[in-house]
Protein backbone atom coordinates (compact mmCIF):
# COMPACT_ATOMS: atom_id res chain seq x y z
CA UNK A 1 0.00 0.00 0.00
CA UNK A 2 0.96 3.53 -0.96
CA UNK A 3 1.52 6.07 2.13
CA UNK A 4 2.77 9.32 2.30
CA UNK A 5 5.06 10.79 5.60
CA UNK A 6 5.53 14.33 6.11
CA UNK A 7 8.21 14.65 8.49
CA UNK A 8 7.53 18.66 9.59
CA UNK A 9 4.09 19.55 10.77
CA UNK A 10 4.71 23.02 10.97
CA UNK A 11 8.25 25.03 9.46
CA UNK A 12 8.08 28.88 10.78
CA UNK A 13 10.85 30.72 8.19
CA UNK A 14 11.63 34.32 8.02
CA UNK A 15 10.87 36.23 4.62
CA UNK A 16 13.94 35.47 2.26
CA UNK A 17 15.25 32.69 3.68
CA UNK A 18 14.78 29.38 1.73
CA UNK A 19 13.18 26.33 2.98
CA UNK A 20 12.89 22.94 2.51
CA UNK A 21 9.19 21.19 2.71
CA UNK A 22 10.35 17.20 3.82
CA UNK A 23 8.51 14.33 1.84
CA UNK A 24 9.26 10.35 1.93
CA UNK A 25 7.08 7.77 0.40
CA UNK A 26 6.61 3.96 -0.37
CA UNK A 27 4.95 2.30 -2.45
CA UNK A 28 5.61 -0.77 -4.15
CA UNK A 29 5.01 0.39 -7.92
CA UNK A 30 5.72 3.14 -10.25
CA UNK A 31 4.77 6.37 -8.68
CA UNK A 32 3.89 9.82 -10.08
CA UNK A 33 4.80 11.99 -7.10
CA UNK A 34 3.06 15.80 -6.54
CA UNK A 35 2.95 18.99 -4.22
CA UNK A 36 0.01 20.76 -3.80
CA UNK A 37 -0.61 24.59 -1.75
CA UNK A 38 -3.64 25.00 0.28
CA UNK A 39 -4.21 28.39 1.11
CA UNK A 40 -6.78 29.15 3.78
CA UNK A 41 -10.26 28.59 2.84
CA UNK A 42 -9.48 27.63 -0.37
CA UNK A 43 -8.84 24.73 -2.41
CA UNK A 44 -6.12 22.33 -3.54
CA UNK A 45 -3.34 23.92 -6.29
CA UNK A 46 -0.79 21.84 -7.85
CA UNK A 47 2.52 23.03 -7.10
CA UNK A 48 4.28 20.64 -9.30
CA UNK A 49 4.33 17.09 -10.61
CA UNK A 50 6.88 13.89 -10.86
CA UNK A 51 5.98 11.68 -13.36
CA UNK A 52 9.11 10.83 -15.02
CA UNK A 53 12.32 12.08 -16.58
CA UNK A 54 14.35 14.32 -15.10
CA UNK A 55 14.52 14.18 -11.19
CA UNK A 56 14.61 17.56 -10.36
CA UNK A 57 11.24 19.21 -11.21
CA UNK A 58 10.37 22.92 -11.16
CA UNK A 59 6.71 24.45 -10.29
CA UNK A 60 5.25 27.48 -9.93
CA UNK A 61 5.94 30.38 -7.73
CA UNK A 62 9.88 29.71 -7.70
CA UNK A 63 8.98 25.95 -5.73
CA UNK A 64 10.92 22.71 -7.07
CA UNK A 65 11.34 19.00 -6.07
CA UNK A 66 13.93 16.92 -6.02
CA UNK A 67 13.02 12.63 -6.67
CA UNK A 68 15.18 10.75 -4.74
CA UNK A 69 14.49 7.06 -5.92
CA UNK A 70 17.19 5.03 -3.39
CA UNK A 71 15.84 7.39 -0.48
CA UNK A 72 12.26 6.94 -1.38
CA UNK A 73 12.02 11.27 -0.69
CA UNK A 74 10.23 14.18 -2.94
CA UNK A 75 11.09 17.17 -0.99
CA UNK A 76 10.39 20.74 -1.73
CA UNK A 77 12.61 23.54 -2.16
CA UNK A 78 12.35 27.22 -2.51
CA UNK A 79 15.20 29.64 -2.52
CA UNK A 80 13.62 32.84 -1.05
CA UNK A 81 10.40 32.69 0.58
CA UNK A 82 7.69 35.34 0.80
CA UNK A 83 5.21 36.49 3.18
CA UNK A 84 2.45 34.97 0.40
CA UNK A 85 3.93 31.43 0.16
CA UNK A 86 2.40 30.83 4.09
CA UNK A 87 0.01 28.14 3.39
CA UNK A 88 -0.31 24.43 3.89
CA UNK A 89 1.68 22.68 1.44
CA UNK A 90 0.45 18.75 0.93
CA UNK A 91 2.77 16.11 -1.10
CA UNK A 92 0.95 13.39 -2.59
CA UNK A 93 1.48 9.69 -4.34
CA UNK A 94 -0.73 8.57 -7.17
CA UNK A 95 0.16 4.82 -9.03
CA UNK A 96 -1.91 4.82 -12.64
CA UNK A 97 -4.26 7.46 -11.18
CA UNK A 98 -6.82 5.46 -9.43
CA UNK A 99 -6.53 7.53 -6.28
CA UNK A 100 -4.15 10.04 -5.03
CA UNK A 101 -2.49 9.77 -1.32
CA UNK A 102 -2.06 12.52 0.74
CA UNK A 103 0.36 13.77 3.24
CA UNK A 104 -0.46 15.47 6.46
CA UNK A 105 0.79 19.00 5.53
CA UNK A 106 3.75 20.84 6.50
CA UNK A 107 2.31 24.36 7.55
CA UNK A 108 4.64 27.05 6.26
CA UNK A 109 4.59 29.85 8.06
CA UNK A 110 6.83 32.96 6.89
CA UNK A 111 8.06 35.50 9.29
CA UNK A 112 8.77 39.42 8.21
CA UNK B 1 -8.15 25.75 -20.03
CA UNK B 2 -11.00 22.98 -18.54
CA UNK B 3 -11.46 22.45 -15.03
CA UNK B 4 -13.84 21.02 -12.72
CA UNK B 5 -16.36 22.77 -11.52
CA UNK B 6 -18.30 21.92 -8.60
CA UNK B 7 -21.50 23.19 -6.58
CA UNK B 8 -22.83 24.39 -4.04
CA UNK B 9 -19.56 26.12 -3.03
CA UNK B 10 -21.14 25.56 0.82
CA UNK B 11 -23.97 23.40 1.94
CA UNK B 12 -25.40 23.65 5.43
CA UNK B 13 -27.73 21.17 6.39
CA UNK B 14 -29.20 19.35 9.76
CA UNK B 15 -28.24 16.22 11.06
CA UNK B 16 -29.68 13.08 9.23
CA UNK B 17 -30.25 14.67 6.24
CA UNK B 18 -30.13 13.75 2.74
CA UNK B 19 -27.21 15.66 0.58
CA UNK B 20 -25.93 15.64 -2.55
CA UNK B 21 -23.07 16.91 -3.59
CA UNK B 22 -22.54 18.00 -7.43
CA UNK B 23 -19.34 17.73 -9.68
CA UNK B 24 -18.73 18.24 -12.87
CA UNK B 25 -15.42 16.75 -14.44
CA UNK B 26 -13.94 17.48 -17.41
CA UNK B 27 -15.33 16.61 -20.35
CA UNK B 28 -12.88 14.32 -22.09
CA UNK B 29 -12.26 12.30 -18.61
CA UNK B 30 -13.60 8.97 -17.99
CA UNK B 31 -11.92 8.82 -14.04
CA UNK B 32 -13.90 10.45 -11.39
CA UNK B 33 -12.99 10.66 -7.62
CA UNK B 34 -14.34 12.50 -4.36
CA UNK B 35 -12.24 13.01 -1.48
CA UNK B 36 -13.02 14.67 2.15
CA UNK B 37 -10.76 16.64 3.90
CA UNK B 38 -12.02 17.48 7.89
CA UNK B 39 -11.22 21.40 9.11
CA UNK B 40 -7.27 20.94 9.83
CA UNK B 41 -6.40 17.21 8.79
CA UNK B 42 -5.30 16.24 5.70
CA UNK B 43 -7.17 15.29 2.38
CA UNK B 44 -8.49 11.39 2.06
CA UNK B 45 -9.68 9.34 -0.53
CA UNK B 46 -12.77 8.43 -0.75
CA UNK B 47 -13.90 6.29 -3.95
CA UNK B 48 -12.88 6.41 -7.58
CA UNK B 49 -15.55 5.53 -10.08
CA UNK B 50 -14.93 4.57 -13.64
CA UNK B 51 -17.09 3.22 -16.42
CA UNK B 52 -20.12 3.57 -14.07
CA UNK B 53 -19.09 1.72 -11.24
CA UNK B 54 -17.13 1.84 -7.99
CA UNK B 55 -13.37 0.92 -8.47
CA UNK B 56 -12.15 1.37 -5.44
CA UNK B 57 -13.53 2.77 -2.07
CA UNK B 58 -11.97 3.50 1.32
CA UNK B 59 -13.30 2.47 4.70
CA UNK B 60 -14.73 5.95 4.77
CA UNK B 61 -17.25 5.43 2.14
CA UNK B 62 -19.78 3.55 4.00
CA UNK B 63 -23.40 2.50 3.16
CA UNK B 64 -24.19 6.36 3.90
CA UNK B 65 -22.36 7.23 1.23
CA UNK B 66 -23.07 6.68 -3.03
CA UNK B 67 -21.58 8.24 -6.31
CA UNK B 68 -23.26 8.46 -9.48
CA UNK B 69 -23.14 9.72 -13.03
CA UNK B 70 -26.67 11.11 -13.88
CA UNK B 71 -26.12 12.01 -16.75
CA UNK B 72 -22.92 12.84 -19.21
CA UNK B 73 -21.59 15.21 -17.37
CA UNK B 74 -22.34 15.62 -13.59
CA UNK B 75 -21.12 13.41 -10.78
CA UNK B 76 -22.48 13.36 -7.62
CA UNK B 77 -22.02 12.36 -4.49
CA UNK B 78 -24.92 11.49 -1.81
CA UNK B 79 -24.69 11.34 1.88
CA UNK B 80 -27.60 9.93 2.97
CA UNK B 81 -28.35 10.49 6.69
CA UNK B 82 -25.56 13.07 7.15
CA UNK B 83 -23.77 13.36 10.62
CA UNK B 84 -22.07 15.52 12.29
CA UNK B 85 -18.91 14.03 11.69
CA UNK B 86 -19.65 14.67 7.81
CA UNK B 87 -18.76 18.28 8.35
CA UNK B 88 -16.20 18.72 5.89
CA UNK B 89 -14.41 20.23 2.56
CA UNK B 90 -15.15 17.24 -0.52
CA UNK B 91 -13.10 17.67 -3.31
CA UNK B 92 -14.10 16.05 -6.78
CA UNK B 93 -11.53 15.57 -9.06
CA UNK B 94 -11.04 13.64 -12.55
CA UNK B 95 -8.76 12.69 -14.82
CA UNK B 96 -8.54 10.91 -17.86
CA UNK B 97 -7.15 7.29 -19.40
CA UNK B 98 -3.07 6.82 -19.19
CA UNK B 99 -3.00 10.36 -16.84
CA UNK B 100 -1.72 9.75 -13.42
CA UNK B 101 -2.27 13.84 -12.62
CA UNK B 102 -6.02 14.24 -10.94
CA UNK B 103 -7.38 18.09 -11.60
CA UNK B 104 -9.35 18.55 -8.33
CA UNK B 105 -12.16 21.01 -8.24
CA UNK B 106 -12.93 24.05 -5.72
CA UNK B 107 -14.41 21.75 -3.32
CA UNK B 108 -17.13 21.83 -1.59
CA UNK B 109 -17.35 22.60 2.44
CA UNK B 110 -20.39 20.86 4.04
CA UNK B 111 -21.38 21.75 7.77
CA UNK B 112 -23.50 19.28 9.46
CA UNK B 113 -25.10 21.22 12.32
Known amino acids: AQSVTQLDSQVPVFEEAPVELRCNYS??????LFWYVQYPNQGLQLLLKYLSGSTLVKGINGFEAEFNKSQTSFHLRKPSVHISDTAEYFCAVSDQGFKTIFGAGTRLFVKA | EPEVTQTPSHQVTQMGQEVILRCVPISNHLYFYWYRQILGQKVEFLVS????????KSEIFDDQFSVERPDGSNFTLKIRSTKLEDSAMYFC???????????FGPGTRLTVT
Open chain 2, 49 to 56: FYNNEISE
Open chain 2, 93 to 103: ASTTTGEPEQY
Open chain 1, 27 to 32: SSVSVY
